[in-house]
């Protein structure tokens, strides 16, 4: 009976704490990375896939001879001296430069003229930064074409203007003098509103008691633009720059394409053209890799360039 009695005893008994150890959970911290983490993800497999991926293979492919028919032949660094060599690059790239140096300085005043003025308190200002918004929502083929039609010489509407300031008739995109300029300044026009918008914002931010107190302080408009306007928009200044800077080499494909074709007599022919050309018109997709790989080492040391002059639009610089 005994014996009974402490087998049911046994049984009744709660299990030991040894075989249970309580659960542990995550620290704040570690759930706060994991969300982190899972919010990324999305946007980390994207970059990669589309991104990464891609530049990894086109630096690979930069030093092989490829055929376009799926022979690959290893040349080591010699479509980089195919690269140095070639007077069509070089001259691709100078007009590459010239169209940066004017449009990007433009493109920015421009913005940033609009921004301060649709930040006015003015009846119909809504309407205006609608409209002027308004082209960045096109494709910019559609750009180009419609442009085209405007620069045409005979029926344009752009040579209509120009007469009636007596000026004669000109040929906006068959003048190698001209065509380059007419590009940017399609350029600026698509663009201004979408950098307007950014510019507005970092207005905005601005402390309106700043303004006042030197209004009673007795500072003139330039004054204040000088010494409050343009301190403080520094951050959105070295973003503009940097964006506008990175758009004028990667992103003219399109308008040169629809407004010239890189014409007349190459004037056009931006560096991102001649790329296209090499790997899709020519076949040569090893040596478009490597003008492709040159670019974007230059365009990573413009922008070390421009953060060091600009100190990344931080404001320790003591001032």
């Given at each position: ?17 040894a ?108 309407v ?14 559609v750009?180009?074409?419609l ?21 004669s ?41 700043y ?6 302080d ?102």
């Amino acid at each position: 009976m005994s014996s009974i009695a402490t087998e049911r005893q046994q049984a009744a008994a709660p299990p030991a704490a040894a075989e249970h150890p309580p659960r542990r959970r995550l620290s704040r911290k570690h759930r706060e990375w994991i969300a982190a983490g899972l919010f990324l993800l999305p946007d980390g497999l994207g970059l990669s896939v589309f991104v990464i991926l891609p530049m990894f293979f086109s630096i690979v492919l930069s030093f092989f001879q490829v055929s376009g028919f799926g022979s690959y032949e290893w040349i080591g660094l010699g479509n980089y001296e195919r690269m140095f060599n070639d007077p069509y690059f070089w001259s691709s790239m100078w007009v590459t430069a010239k169209y940066v140096v004017i449009m990007v300085p433009v493109l920015f005043v421009v913005s940033l003229g609009l921004g301060i003025l649709m930040k006015q308190k003015l009846p119909g200002m809504a309407v205006y930064r609608t409209a002027l918004f308004m082209p960045y929502m096109l494709s910019l083929v559609v750009a180009g074409l419609l442009w085209k039609f405007m620069f045409d010489e005979q029926t344009g509407v752009a040579n209509k203007i120009v007469g009636a300031f007596g000026i004669s008739p000109q040929s906006w995109l068959g003048d190698p003098s001209l065509a380059l300029y007419s590009v940017i300044l399609v350029t600026v026009w698509y663009m201004m509103g979408y950098y307007m918008i950014i510019f507005l914002a970092g207005l905005n931010e601005i402390p309106k008691e700043y303004y006042e107190a030197a209004k009673i302080d007795g500072a003139s408009p330039w004054t204040s633009f000088r010494k409050i306007t343009w301190p403080l928009l520094r951050p959105t200044s070295f973003f503009v720059l940097i964006m506008t800077t990175v758009a004028a080499i990667t992103g003219t494909f399109d308008l040169v394409y629809s407004l010239t074709a890189g014409g007349p007599a190459n004037g056009t022919a931006v560096a991102m053209f001649y790329i296209y050309q090499q790997a899709f018109v020519f076949g040569e997709y090893g040596y478009a890799s490597a003008l492709g790989t040159f670019l974007v080492l230059i365009m990573v040391v413009l922008s070390w360039v421009i953060f060091k002059l600009t100190k990344g639009g931080r404001f320790d610089d003591g001032e």
